[in-house]
């Protein structure tokens, strides 16, 4: 069957497209039993060497994420993940380096990206960081890019980290090049002690072989993120809903053929709780958001975030982007809220979500009912955009 062709949407002569949904698109449907919110399980697990009170994962951003953000949020029971690649491992003290991105002026901050992002990574800063967090006794995740994370692998594992993400815009367990070396994750699965997660898909297909290297984790969302230009640079997405509900199915059917579970991270694209709660009803066993966090007080911009791509030298696909700073991490992870937009506490937006729709844990709210609910969040809501409050602030 041609791909899309089961929809029965017709976009020319031959050519067939699916309908995909986004997280305005659609609003979870209440359970016909109500849970207390403070008894229902929102812990995460990878496999059986890392366990998470909460199942939100920072984003490798260098405007989010360095030693001292990835130590806060390890001690609030979440896992922010360090870039390898970042600036925060090509230079001795950063801050300087991303105070001088952050006051930089629109006209000029792209040229000044890729010219901070060609000192090179050095190694010896890798190890430095890693035992840092790991000082502080909360769990280490690190992230590299593809082309690096075979050299990389024992250096991690040494210095004490607890995951090793390998991610780039597209990820495949079969690309093709007669230039470089293609990384084999199956090889590198069997090389690691320390789970490995992958991504980004958000391909049904893709996610099943990938799945079937071995892998622990997968990140879903290819260009949702704020600052991110894939989607407008490439044209290349599927909106993160229906994208982590196929993920999701490839986890189930690779169970149902022997595999272990492979957790399903939804990467970007959540701005407020209800964002994450959709996230999860639609399969995500955790997820990964990085510019909401950038608004923390303890981030490593104090307000600003940019893509992991924006400092390409040939084709930049992100941007930088003001958030300000909103609120304390813990505000916003775990509350409690000091405003009504749903911007902050997250993880009691998610054990509220569960109460109402009857969900002990997780993977029970991962079966959910949904419904397609384009006008959910303007629905009523009119006195609110009038004024500027609540729901209508955006």
């Known amino acids: 069957m041609v791909p899309g062709e089961q929809s029965g949407l017709e976009i020319g002569i031959g050519r067939h497209a699916r309908r995909s949904y986004g997280f305005d698109e659609v609003a979870l449907v209440p359970g016909g039993v109500t849970l207390n919110p403070d008894e229902v399980d929102i812990s995460f697990a990878l496999g059986d060497r890392l366990k998470l009170p909460i199942p939100i994962w920072g984003a490798a951003m260098d405007g989010v994420v360095d030693v001292e953000f990835a130590i806060a949020m390890g001690k609030l029971g979440g896992l922010a993940v360090l870039n390898l690649d970042g600036v925060h491992t090509r230079y001795e003290d950063s801050s300087p380096i991303i105070k001088r991105i952050a006051d930089a002026d629109k006209a000029s901050v792209n040229a000044l990206l890729k010219e901070v992002y060609r000192e090179p990574v050095k190694p010896k800063l890798i190890s430095e960081r890693i035992l840092a967090i790991k000082a502080a006794g909360v769990p280490c995740a690190v992230s590299s890019i593809p082309a690096r994370a075979e050299e990389r692998a ?3 594992q040494k210095a ?13 367990a079969r690309h093709s090049s007669k230039s470089y070396h293609q990384l084999s994750f199956e090889k590198l699965v069997r090389a690691c002690d320390v789970p490995v997660v992958v991504g980004n898909c958000v ?3 893709t996610a099943l072989e990938l799945m079937e290297t071995g892998i622990a984790g997968i990140l879903v969302g290819v260009g949702p993120g704020a600052a991110c230009t894939t989607r407008g640079v490439l044209g290349v997405g599927v909106p993160q809903v229906t994208a982590t509900a196929d993920v999701a ?3 189930d059917e690779h169970m149902r053929r022997g595999g272990m579970r492979v957790a399903v991270i939804t990467d970007g694209g959540m701005r407020i709780g209800a964002d994450v709660c959709k996230a999860f009803a639609s399969g995500a066993d955790a997820v990964m958001i990085g510019t909401p966090l950038a608004g923390a007080e303890e981030s490593a911009s104090k307000g600003f975030n940019w893509g992991m791509a924006t400092p390409d030298p040939n084709l930049p696909r992100g941007t930088r ?14 509350g409690p809220a000091r405003v009504d937009d749903g911007s902050q506490n997250f993880a009691g937006a998610l054990r509220s979500a569960l109460g109402v729709c009857g969900a002990a844990d997780i993977p029970d709210f991962q079966h959910v009912e949904m419904v397609i609910a384009p006008a959910i969040t303007s629905e009523g809501k009119s006195l609110q955009q009038a004024q500027h409050v609540g729901m209508g602030k955006g």
Do not use: N
Not at 163 to 168: A, I, N, R, S
Not at 325 to 331: G, R, S
């Open 154 to 156: 024992e250096m991690v």
């Open 160 to 172: 004490g980290a607890d995951v090793l993400v390998v991610q780039g815009t597209v990820l495949t």
């Open 203 to 205: 391909h049904y297909e």
């Open 249 to 251: 199915a490839a986890r």
């Open 321 to 334: 982007i003001q958030v300000g700073t909103k609120a304390t991490l813990k505000e916003i992870l775990l």
